[in-house]
């Protein structure tokens, strides 16, 4: 970030051709990309290239064949030492409110497209007069589209809805869904239908109208239908994803088993015998407040004072941009769409001009709106529009810029976004890619500080990006 009270732009498309050279004099002001950037004098740059790692993030621990491929996310409001489903046993559960969750980072293995079965107890502190999400899979960019599947709470009885990028294939409702009460949920898809079992007995089976399309991108969530902001209230335990149709037999055997006070044979032994994908217990005790959490150091003029935080659940020392300019071993900070960023004491407040800078990679898989860099309600910058697009928000305007995403999966790429008070400039790999016009004496002010990677970019919290950040 710099902070330049000339009235000038910074050169951005040399110090994008830095990061391509190594003492060369083609670029006047600086042998590599670090000296280019400090030669323009930032107030912020933080290289991210810090190898210790925050602290763990607060997770919900899979028991199943993915192994920690597949763990989950407690969102900091998830209260997860609540009262249990399975009768006569200690064992806790997760408590949800509010949009609080358990997300699960993508993972295809845990969408297959053919026969699965998913199940969970589930217990409602309230009804609702819409339908809220307690186990869901679904991608939902916006239109029709309903790719993956999802247990709903429709107020007075269950669904297992499947759907595709046209809107469901098949919703299977019944049994009653009352207030104070555990209930035994599984949803089977055979491959021809949709079938909801509750508390062990077949309460519907609804053959498909169309094929059923898997979800292609976003987590699978616990307590929530997060796609549609469908947020169930009440406590979820013993949740679990199997690669095949179980037979009614066996879900018949998990649900007396979970009510039986002495059973022959644990519960958990008896998911573990039927090979979950996922098995997600959700008995975790709460985790303690992370201590002191690493530093992203800056390296521009304000020095110290303008480090940056690690937080809990990203990565640190992940591979950074491989290009000469950067150095050998160069490093970057990685995201996983669900939890954790890079927070800053940073401001952008009142600024009448800025240059924001930094380097971006995300692979197939990827957030639909994952923040970048930028301050909430002032300057917001990421992907947007189930990621098709870069938005860069501009308070100051009251309107934003789009461009479609213009990088390769897997391919480093160069945004900055430079304002002058008569326009806003959004450059991709130092070429000019959108303009707003308009004159701004200020760029504004907000009650937010500048992060990286989400955490406090689009939105307060969340919007974690998926994929990696390098040179800001």
């Given at each position: ?307 940056g935080s690690y937080n809990p659940g990203m990565q640190a020392g992940a ?7 950067f150095g050998a071993n160069n490093k970057a900070a990685a995201f996983n ?17 800025f240059t924001v800078m930094g380097w971006i990679k995300r692979s197939a ?108």
């Open positions: 970030m710099n902070r330049n009270k000339e009235s000038r732009c910074l050169a951005v498309s040399a110090i994008f051709a830095a990061a391509f050279v190594a003492g060369s004099s083609a670029i006047s002001v600086g042998a590599d990309y670090q000296s280019t950037v400090l030669a323009n004098n930032p107030l912020y740059y933080w290289r991210l290239n810090e190898t210790t790692q925050p602290p763990p993030a607060d997770v919900a621990h899979n028991l199943g064949t993915l192994g920690n491929a597949a763990d989950g996310f407690y969102s900091a409001d998830a209260t997860h030492d609540s009262f249990g489903a399975l009768v006569g046993s200690t064992d806790t559960a997760a408590s949800f409110q509010a949009g609080a969750r358990v997300s699960v980072p993508y993972n295809p293995a845990l969408n297959p497209n053919s026969p699965f079965t998913v199940e969970c107890w589930a217990y409602k502190f309230e009804g609702s007069g819409y339908p809220l999400g307690v186990f869901s899979s679904i991608q939902y960019i916006g239109g029709a589209e309903r790719r993956g599947w999802l247990i709903y709470d429709n107020g007075t009885q269950w669904q297992f809805r499947i759907g595709d990028g046209s809107g469901y294939v098949a919703t299977a409702a019944g049994g009653a869904a009352n207030v104070g009460e555990w209930y035994h949920l599984v949803g089977v898809f055979d491959g021809a239908n949709a079938i909801l079992y509750v508390n062990g007995v077949e309460a519907a089976k609804v053959a498909i109208s169309r094929p059923f399309v898997p979800n292609p991108m976003l987590p699978t969530e616990i307590g929530t239908a997060g796609a549609f902001g469908r947020h169930f209230s009440g406590v979820v335990d013993e949740a679990a994803i199997y690669p095949t149709a179980l037979p009614p037999a066996e879900i018949l055997a998990h649900y007396q088993n979970g009510i039986n006070p002495s059973p022959s044979t644990p519960y958990n032994q008896l998911v573990l015998a039927q090979n979950p994908l996922g098995y997600w217990r959700l008995n975790e005790l709460a985790s303690p407040p992370p201590g002191n959490l690493p530093a992203a150091a800056n390296l521009g003029s304000a020095g110290a004072a303008g480090n591979a950074g941009a491989p290009f000469v300019g769409g669900i939890i954790g960023h890079v927070s800053t004491p940073a401001s952008l407040n009142e600024l009448a001009q898989a990827h957030s639909t709106r994952g923040g970048y860099f930028g301050q909430n309600d002032l300057l917001e910058m990421g992907d947007a529009d189930g990621a098709k697009n870069v938005e860069v928000w501009v308070n100051a305007y009251g309107t934003n810029m789009k461009i479609p995403y213009p990088f390769r999966d897997d391919e480093w790429g160069f945004l900055a976004v430079v304002g002058d008070g008569t326009k806003t400039i959004l450059y991709v790999n130092g070429e000019v890619a959108a303009t707003l016009a308009g004159n701004a004496p200020t760029y504004g002010s907000s009650s937010y500080y500048f992060n990286i990677g989400g955490g406090g970019i689009f939105n307060a919290t969340g919007d974690v990006f998926l994929g990696s950040i390098d040179e800001v």
